[in-house]
T-cell receptor, first 113, second 113 residues
């Protein structure tokens, strides 16, 4: 099925370890986004890529880096994981121009111990 | 900064009832508003997207309205079913970070058989 695919679905890291969350979409969307969802905080934007070749910070970018590898793929990297980064991470994509909504991936549940 | 609130935070109704979920946002200069459904431990599923030029959008038993000038949207669910039990999130499109949707905290709905 067409959509947004995230890997892995679950991950446990030790404090200080690094990892990359992968996201790919097959809808030819121009824009891609990374959100984190925490209890009581809702979804907050970490980074986004308005179009291939560009990336920008969102509301909560500290501790993360991103790469827009090509039009399909947008990865999120934690260089030195901290317990505060325990969260559920969602990738989303959309058409660049207005009047199109988001399609979300199924999420990655990350626990940092 | 766009702030989104949703009332009620939680709702429990018997099967068959019609119900209304409310969403308010502080910045009325939005382009679109999207309603999502999230099942426990799962990702977000798009329900309806209301474009800025529209006042309402319908899909099956769901009807969403948008009043930009007053900063409000409502999601109407007709003849509720136990399968409608989920958290419902509204997300107006914001202009602060590209084409970014800002998410409300959600309304947790339980439909009792």
């Amino acid at each position: 099925n067409a959509g947004v695919t995230q890997t892995p679905k679950f991950q446990v890291l030790k404090t200080g370890q690094s990892m990359t969350l992968q996201c790919a979409q097959d809808m030819n969307h121009n824009s891609m986004y990374w959100y984190r969802q925490d209890p009581g905080m809702g979804l907050r934007l970490i980074y986004y890529s308005a179009s291939e070749g560009t990336t920008d910070k969102g509301e909560v970018p500290n501790g993360y880096n991103v790469s827009r590898l090509n039009k399909r793929e947008f990865s999120l990297r934690l260089e030195s994981a901290a317990p505060s980064q325990t969260s559920v991470y969602f990738c989303a994509s959309s058409e660049y121009y207005r009047n199109y909504g988001y399609t979300f991936g199924s999420g990655t549940r990350l626990t940092v111990v | 900064k766009q702030e989104v609130t949703q009332i009620p935070a939680a709702l429990s109704v018997p099967e068959g009832e019609n119900l209304v979920l409310n969403c308010s946002f502080t910045d009325s200069a939005i382009y679109n508003l999207q309603w999502f459904r999230q099942d426990p431990g799962k990702g977000l599923t798009s329900l309806l997207l209301i474009q800025s030029s529209q006042r309402e959008q319908t899909s099956g038993r769901l009807n969403a309205s948008l009043d930009k000038s007053s900063g409000r949207s409502t999601l109407y669910i007709a003849a509720s079913q136990p399968g409608d039990s989920a958290t419902y999130l509204c997300a107006p499109e914001d202009d602060n970070y590209g084409q970014n949707f800002v998410f409300g905290p959600g309304t947790r709905l339980s439909v009792l058989p």
